[in-house]
T-cell receptor, first 117, second 113 residues
Framework: GAVVSQHPSRVICKSGTSVKIECRSL??????MFWYRQFPKKSLMLMAT?????????EQGVEKDKFLINHASLTLSTLTVTSAHPEDSSFYIC?????????????FGPGTRLTVL | QKEVEQNSGPLSVPEGAIASLNCTYS??????FFWYRQYSGKSPELIMS????GDKEDGRFTAQLNKASQYVSLLIRDSQPSDSATYLC?????????????FGTGTKLQVIP
């Protein structure tokens, strides 16, 4: 159990376009999902915490107008990178926390590799 | 002091040996602790969770927690080349309510055949 999917796995786009990434918990309900980005050979960086039915909580330094997060249901959160630029190229990974687990284990999706030309 | 601290490595061990990975954390009231394995180019995979002081064993993996010393470790017995990866220690700083799991920067493990 505790499977998280992410789509697309890889995307290449032109500078200035917007890219939407979907994160789904397949076999459990996740009231909380998280979005991370990771640059090559660097550690995970938490971008935002997404709660179903409410606004996302962004980490310091992350532009909420640039990285739009929507958590419309207990199994789906989306991250939209608006007006993407080459510096936004990175590995974006979502995770979901088990709803009934008070210890808050996080299960990660397979990630989306974004390349902005 | 970093919230979650790990030696970046690389830690090199011969095949069949025990690999010992260590992690310290700063928040004394942390209640849950996790070890993730991340292969190069892939996302992290949860391999162990531990919540109480002492040892927790799962197959070749043993997690050890000492809350008094604010220390958590992961032992991998009979290390295999396929265990070569970066191991991330994660600590849930505020269980329940507003939760924030903080990750260490990871220890790179190399198992030499």
């Amino acid at each position: 159990g505790a499977v998280v999917s992410q789509h697309p796995s890889r995307v290449i786009c032109k500078s200035g376009t917007s890219v939407k990434i979907e994160c789904r918990s397949l076999d459990f309900q996740a009231t909380t999902m998280f979005w991370y980005r990771q640059f090559p050979k660097k550690s995970l960086m938490l971008m935002a915490t997404s709660n179903e039915g409410s606004k996302a909580t962004y980490e310091q330094g992350v532009e909420k107008d640039k990285f739009l997060i929507n958590h419309a249901s207990l199994t789906l959160s989306t991250l939209t990178v608006t007006s993407a630029h080459p510096e936004d190229s990175s590995f974006y990974i979502c995770s979901a926390s088990l709803d009934r687990n008070k210890y808050n284990e996080q299960f990660f999706g397979p990630g989306t590799r974004l390349t902005v030309l | 002091q970093k919230e979650v601290e790990q030696n970046s490595g690389p830690l090199s061990v011969p095949e069949g040996a025990i690999a010992s990975l260590n992690c310290t954390y700063s928040d004394r009231v942390s209640q849950s602790f996790f070890w993730y394995r991340q292969y190069s180019g892939k996302s992290p995979e949860l391999i162990m969770s531990i919540y109480s002081n002492g040892d927790k064993e799962d197959g070749r993996f043993t997690a050890q927690l000492n809350k008094a010393s604010q220390y958590v470790s992961l032992l991998i017995r009979d290390s295999q080349p396929s265990d070569s990866a970066t191991y991330l220690c994660a600590v849930n700083m505020r269980p329940g309510g507003y939760q924030k799991v903080t990750f260490g920067t990871g220890t790179k493990l190399q198992v030499i055949p």
